[in-house]
């Protein structure tokens, strides 16, 4: 029985002991506080990050715009001044072919990083030479269509190279007055084409802005892009805002970047890093973070565990000494190692068993004291009941002693005056007769006396066998008993409906004997007797039932002495009888548990009332 | 005492009654010689013939009128001996008593009682009783054929 109680409170303790769930708890508390320093730290260095590149990408991006508007300042300067020489005027003035080769050899001074290819073209839109430097490059770059002004156009492209055109005026010299010749005064146009794919620069620009950062030039238009080395796409933003901008790329990653004007030109550039470039140091970051904090996170679980062990150990001890002592096994004790506040609950609750213990064995030594006395308190019952048997058995002899021996004298006392009064008739007087006659009515009268007092002690002690009994039945039954001794006088009957009780049927029969033939005795007097039996509207715990009749009454004074043993109220020579009937009624009436009563009146008749318990209540 | 006539045994203690039991058959006429044993052990003796009673004479009576209370052996003990004999078990035996205990009622006819009577203390009646008991067990009714 122990054994299985500890079984079965063992497995619910291993789920929720204080052992296991004091440090997972911190543990967890532990994590959920690095988790958010973590997240709130990547956030905070990830804006960082971004603020920066978004800095270096402006900055880079300006800087760039400026070394491109002065490159093209440059050129253009320098093709203004190819445009000023004399062979080059002449050209256009005389075109000979002295001039032409003179002419070409001027232009040929034009030098530049990749391939390029240089037209004159005179005010008739005539093409007056053309020369491609290295010659190869009139293959990179068509020939162009004949200009109207001059400027630096948009970006062209053709196949994969992409290439920028340029156009000064060649103007006549000044005039002698030292006015300047103007656009009007133009002789014609110089028109350089150059490919920016194929520019060494590109590398030195992808330089300039460092490892991660893309490159691109292209137009505002944005029909033409390079990224110096091939033809690309223009970044998804609105190329007419200057400044930052971030777009979604085609590989599906974001880009932040920053556009800026080139002066001069109708071309912006556009320095961008992937966002996975930008936020490559934060997952760096988070990435040692998290070792980190997994480590810390390992470390402070095992002092936890060590800490928590030193505090909940002694409390599983303490649960476990409880548990023990619960089921019974009080001597059990816990070892008292600290002498902090749990060394003390240690010290408490040894102390606490020890009173349990005690009170326990006190209580042990009064119930093994109540059961000896109720051990004895039984066999002194015994006795008791043993003792009553005897008595019982004495009364019984007693009865039949008395039923016997007391009768035997009087029948002899009734025989030898009739034989005296047989044999010696002529010798005794009148008055002797009488005094014989006197004897034997006397004798006669005890003798029924004792038969009464007999059938009462009889009605007190016979067991009751209760069985449901059915009143309308036994009153039928004691009804024909009782007009067989009528002797011809008429009595009016009134039986009304009478419940079903519970009893002994042969005693309640004796009690309905009674009544009945009570009621037929005293209404002798009257020439019609009339006689009611029924029971009171009482529909409560108990059935009341009554026999009424109209004879002589009695004075409600002596209603007390109606049911005593050899009571009466009347004389024997009014009506006869011992006065036994009504006391074995009230004995047989109170052994059921109910009670009797009577009403009435001095020639006004009688009611006697008896009552009987509806449930099984009644004492034997 | 008339020749064929089976006697009939009484069974009582008490002088008094036999003397009244004796004027009652007496007054009635009936003929039967009375043996009278005055205790439980004699009727038994007188029956097997033991003791002072071992040659009498006579043949089996026709009833025995058995009182109850009895000296030595009781009547309900010589009831039992008469009723579970294979001998007499047929002899017709009528219980005499003042009592009217239910249970020596009960117990009689158990034991195969032949009638039971409460001797009324009114004499008048007592007379009216034998006179009905002699008249039929001595007179009416056919004993069983003798051994």
């Given at each position: 029985?122990?054994?299985?109680?500890?079984?079965?409170?063992?497995?619910?303790?291993?789920?929720?002991?204080?052992?296991?769930?004091?440090?997972?708890?911190?543990?967890?508390?532990?994590?959920?506080?690095?988790?958010?320093?973590?997240?709130?730290?990547?956030?905070?260095?990830?804006?960082?990050?971004?603020?920066?590149?978004?800095?270096?990408?402006?900055?880079?991006?300006?800087?760039?715009?400026?070394?491109?508007?002065?490159?093209?300042?440059?050129?253009?300067?320098?093709?203004?001044?190819?445009?000023?020489?004399?062979?080059?005027?002449?050209?256009?003035?005389?075109?000979?072919?002295?001039?032409?080769?003179?002419?070409?050899?001027?232009?040929?001074?034009?030098?530049?990083?990749?391939?390029?290819?240089?037209?004159?073209?005179?005010?008739?839109?005539?093409?007056?030479?053309?020369?491609?430097?290295?010659?190869?490059?009139?293959?990179?770059?068509?020939?162009?269509?004949?200009?109207?002004?001059?400027?630096?156009?948009?970006?062209?492209?053709?196949?994969?190279?992409?290439?920028?055109?340029?156009?000064?005026?060649?103007?006549?010299?000044?005039?002698?007055?030292?006015?300047?010749?103007?656009?009007?005064?133009?002789?014609?146009?110089?028109?350089?084409?150059?490919?920016?794919?194929?520019?060494?620069?590109?590398?030195?620009?992808?330089?300039?802005?460092?490892?991660?950062?893309?490159?691109?030039?292209?137009?505002?238009?944005?029909?033409?892009?390079?990224?110096?080395?091939?033809?690309?796409?223009?970044?998804?933003?609105?190329?007419?805002?200057?400044?930052?901008?971030?777009?979604?790329?085609?590989?599906?990653?974001?880009?932040?970047?920053?556009?800026?004007?080139?002066?001069?030109?109708?071309?912006?550039?556009?320095?961008?890093?992937?966002?996975?470039?930008?936020?490559?140091?934060?997952?760096?970051?988070?990435?040692?973070?998290?070792?980190?904090?997994?480590?810390?996170?390992?470390?402070?679980?095992?002092?936890?565990?060590?800490?928590?062990?030193?505090?909940?150990?002694?409390?599983?001890?303490?649960?476990?000494?409880?548990?023990?002592?619960?089921?019974?096994?009080?001597?059990?004790?816990?070892?008292?190692?600290?002498?902090?506040?749990?060394?003390?609950?240690?010290?408490?609750?040894?102390?606490?068993?020890?009173?349990?213990?005690?009170?326990?064995?006190?209580?042990?030594?009064?119930?093994?004291?109540?059961?000896?006395?109720?051990?004895?308190?039984?066999?002194?019952?015994?006795?008791?009941?043993?003792?009553?048997?005897?008595?019982?058995?004495?009364?019984?002899?007693?009865?039949?002693?008395?039923?016997?021996?007391?009768?035997?004298?009087?029948?002899?006392?009734?025989?030898?005056?009739?034989?005296?009064?047989?044999?010696?008739?002529?010798?005794?007087?009148?008055?002797?007769?009488?005094?014989?006659?006197?004897?034997?009515?006397?004798?006669?009268?005890?003798?029924?006396?004792?038969?009464?007092?007999?059938?009462?002690?009889?009605?007190?002690?016979?067991?009751?066998?209760?069985?449901?009994?059915?009143?309308?039945?036994?009153?039928?039954?004691?009804?024909?008993?009782?007009?067989?001794?009528?002797?011809?006088?008429?009595?009016?009957?009134?039986?009304?409906?009478?419940?079903?009780?519970?009893?002994?049927?042969?005693?309640?029969?004796?009690?309905?004997?009674?009544?009945?033939?009570?009621?037929?005795?005293?209404?002798?007097?009257?020439?019609?007797?009339?006689?009611?039996?029924?029971?009171?509207?009482?529909?409560?715990?108990?059935?009341?039932?009554?026999?009424?009749?109209?004879?002589?009454?009695?004075?409600?004074?002596?209603?007390?002495?109606?049911?005593?043993?050899?009571?009466?109220?009347?004389?024997?020579?009014?009506?006869?009888?011992?006065?036994?009937?009504?006391?074995?009624?009230?004995?047989?009436?109170?052994?059921?548990?109910?009670?009797?009563?009577a009403d009435g009146r001095v020639d006004g008749g009688a009611t006697f009332y008896?009552?009987?318990?509806?449930?099984?209540?009644?004492?034997? | 005492?008339?020749?064929?006539?089976?006697?009939?045994?009484?069974?009582?203690?008490?002088?008094?009654?036999?003397?009244?039991?004796?004027?009652?058959?007496?007054?009635?006429?009936?003929?039967?010689?009375?043996?009278?044993?005055?205790?439980?052990?004699?009727?038994?003796?007188?029956?097997?013939?033991?003791?002072?009673?071992?040659?009498?004479?006579?043949?089996?009576?026709?009833?025995?009128?058995?009182?109850?209370?009895?000296?030595?052996?009781?009547?309900?003990?010589?009831?039992?001996?008469?009723?579970?004999?294979?001998?007499?078990?047929?002899?017709?035996?009528?219980?005499?008593?003042?009592?009217?205990?239910?249970?020596?009622?009960?117990?009689?006819?158990?034991?195969?009682?032949?009638?039971?009577?409460?001797?009324?203390?009114?004499?008048?009646?007592?007379?009216?009783?034998?006179?009905?008991?002699?008249?039929?067990?001595?007179?009416?009714?056919a004993p069983p054929p003798r051994r």
């Amino acid at each position: 029985m122990r054994a299985d109680q500890t079984v079965a409170s063992a497995k619910p303790l291993a789920r929720h002991s204080l052992r296991w769930r004091l440090p997972l708890l911190i543990e967890t508390l532990i994590i959920l506080v690095l988790v958010a320093f973590l997240g709130v730290a990547y956030r905070e260095v990830k804006g960082n990050l971004w603020q920066s590149a978004a800095t270096r990408a402006q900055a880079m991006a300006d800087q760039l715009a400026g070394l491109l508007t002065q490159s093209v300042q440059q050129r253009l300067t320098e093709f203004r001044r190819v445009a000023r020489q004399p062979a080059v005027r002449r050209l256009l003035r005389h075109p000979s072919d002295v001039a032409r080769e003179e002419g070409q050899v001027s232009l040929a001074t034009l030098t530049g990083n990749g391939p390029q290819r240089i037209d004159v073209w005179d005010t008739a839109g005539q093409c007056v030479v053309s020369l491609s430097l290295p010659p190869t490059a009139s293959d990179l770059l068509p020939p162009s269509s004949a200009p109207s002004t001059s400027g630096v156009a948009s970006l062209q492209r053709s196949h994969d190279v992409v290439f920028s055109e340029s156009v000064v005026d060649i103007l006549p010299e000044p005039a002698p007055d030292g006015r300047a010749a103007t656009s009007q005064d133009r002789l014609g146009f110089l028109v350089v084409r150059r490919t920016i794919t194929a520019a060494p620069t590109a590398d030195v620009l992808n330089r300039l802005v460092g490892k991660g950062a893309t490159i691109g030039v292209g137009n505002k238009t944005g029909d033409v892009w390079t990224d110096l080395t091939h033809a690309i796409e223009a970044p998804s933003i609105n190329l007419g805002r200057l400044g930052l901008a971030e777009y979604s790329g085609s590989d599906g990653q974001r880009h932040l970047g920053s556009l800026a004007d080139i002066r001069g030109t109708p071309w912006a550039v556009w320095v961008e890093f992937p966002h996975g470039v930008i936020f490559a140091p934060a997952r760096a970051f988070l990435q040692r973070m998290v070792l980190m904090a997994l480590g810390f996170v390992l470390v402070s679980g095992m002092v936890i565990a060590v800490v928590a062990a030193r505090i909940t150990t002694p409390l599983y001890e303490l649960t476990k000494a409880s548990e023990a002592i619960a089921g019974g096994e009080y001597s059990r004790r816990v070892a008292i190692r600290r002498r902090d506040e749990i060394g003390r609950l240690s010290v408490t609750f040894n102390a606490m068993a020890e009173q349990v213990e005690s009170a326990q064995r006190g209580l042990e030594a009064r119930v093994r004291e109540r059961t000896a006395n109720l051990e004895q308190a039984g066999q002194l019952l015994e006795q008791h009941v043993t003792e009553l048997a005897a008595v019982n058995r004495e009364l019984e002899a007693f009865s039949y002693s008395v039923s016997h021996d007391l009768r035997a004298p009087l029948r002899h006392i009734t025989g030898f005056a009739k034989l005296l009064e047989q044999s010696e008739s002529s010798s005794l007087g009148t008055e002797g007769r009488r005094y014989l006659t006197t004897m034997t009515e006397a004798a006669t009268r005890m003798g029924r006396l004792v038969d009464d007092l007999l059938s009462f002690s009889r009605v007190g002690r016979t067991p009751l066998a209760r069985a449901p009994v059915n009143l309308n039945h036994l009153v039928r039954d004691v009804h024909q008993e009782v007009t067989a001794d009528l002797n011809g006088r008429e009595v009016a009957w009134r039986f009304h409906d009478l419940p079903a009780v519970e009893g002994d049927r042969s005693m309640l029969r004796l009690v309905l004997l009674n009544l009945l033939s009570n009621a037929v005795k005293y209404s002798a007097g009257r020439p019609r007797a009339e006689i009611e039996i029924g029971t009171l509207p009482n529909g409560g715990a108990e059935t009341v039932v009554f026999v009424r009749d109209n004879g002589a009454g009695f004075d409600m004074q002596y209603a007390d002495k109606l049911f005593g043993v050899f009571q009466r109220l009347h004389s024997s020579d009014e009506f006869e009888g011992t006065g036994i009937g009504l006391a074995n009624v009230r004995r047989i009436v109170q052994r059921h548990g109910g009670r009797t009563w009577a009403d009435g009146r001095v020639d006004g008749g009688a009611t006697f009332y008896f009552s009987l318990p509806n449930e099984r209540t009644a004492a034997q | 005492m008339m020749a064929g006539l089976r006697h009939i045994l009484l069974a009582e203690d008490n002088a008094n009654d036999i003397e009244l039991m004796l004027s009652a058959l007496k007054t009635n006429h009936v003929l039967n010689e009375v043996v009278v044993t005055r205790d439980g052990a004699e009727t038994l003796d007188y029956l097997w013939r033991r003791g002072r009673y071992a040659d009498r004479p006579l043949g089996d009576p026709i009833v025995i009128f058995l009182d109850l209370k009895m000296p030595k052996v009781d009547g309900l003990e010589v009831l039992r001996q008469v009723k579970q004999s294979p001998e007499f078990r047929t002899l017709p035996v009528v219980v005499l008593t003042s009592s009217r205990e239910e249970q020596d009622l009960v117990r009689s006819y158990d034991l195969g009682v032949n009638g039971y009577v409460v001797k009324p203390v009114d004499f008048p009646e007592f007379v009216k009783a034998i006179t009905l008991l002699g008249g039929f067990w001595a007179v009416v009714n056919a004993p069983p054929p003798r051994r």
